[in-house]
């Protein structure tokens, strides 16, 4: 029972660090405070236009900036494989949603979380966001970005609690373990590259 017990403790560490380390951070569009850039993570794409999820991480970002509470978005997910490409999807949607073209840049490999908010930091040289996912999503992204050199606040998207989100609040605490060990060890995302001014351009962009 005593390593029941233990093995328990450990598996509930990395969930309570992700709480810890997003505590205090997690706000709504309305009352997020302003941050020079918005970060979007990519959540799929269907028949080539966003997911379901997606969209709506799309629109509270569309409100962010019709708000004025961010001047750019980094749009960030998968260009993978050939005829697939969520970033150039993310900004069509964008752009048909009132934000100007201009204003929204793009990060073709952000992979997984960790490598988002790695890019975000090392290539697009983002230091403070405003980051935009589902609740469910929403602490580990701030942790990780956080670790990555990136702070701020998030914009935890509501769903109606269908089978996709209960799928990823359950994917979340797998994945809360690993969040744990890329915080700690740092390692470079899958793809890296030279430094990228689309960002810096973006924000000089007049609205």
């Known amino acids: 029972m005593r390593w029941a017990a233990a093995l328990c403790t450990l598996a509930l560490l ?22 020079p850039v918005g970060v979007v993570f990519g959540a799929g794409l269907d ?30 997910g998968d260009k993978g494989r050939t005829g697939y490409n969520e970033p150039a999807a993310m900004r069509a949607y964008l752009a048909a949603h ?4 201009g204003h929204v840049v793009l990060d073709y490999a952000g992979f997984d979380t960790w490598d988002s908010c790695a ?28 670790a990555a050199g ?6 935890g998207v509501a769903e109606p609690h269908d089978a996709i989100w209960y799928y990823g609040g359950a994917r979340e605490v797998g994945a809360a373990a690993k969040a744990a060990v890329d915080a700690l060890f740092t390692p470079a ?15 000089r962009e007049p609205r």
């Open 189 to 203: 995302p899958t793809l890296l590259g030279p430094h990228e001014d689309g960002v810096a351009r973006a924000l």
């Open 119 to 146: 890019r975000a930091r090392r290539i697009f040289g983002v230091n403070r966001a405003v980051l935009v996912t589902q609740g469910f999503h929403i602490r580990r992204a701030l942790a990780l970005c956080a």
């Open 47 to 76: 028949h080539g236009r966003p997911s379901p999820y997606l969209a709506h991480r799309l629109d509270a970002a569309a409100a962010l900036y019709r708000a004025g509470k961010v001047r750019a978005l980094l749009v960030t």
């Open 98 to 101: 009132g934000v100007p073209a």
């Open 150 to 155: 990136v702070t701020g606040y998030g914009v």
């Open 14 to 35: 990395p969930a309570t660090w992700l709480y810890v380390a997003s505590s205090g951070r997690i706000r709504d569009v309305a009352d997020v405070p302003p941050e």
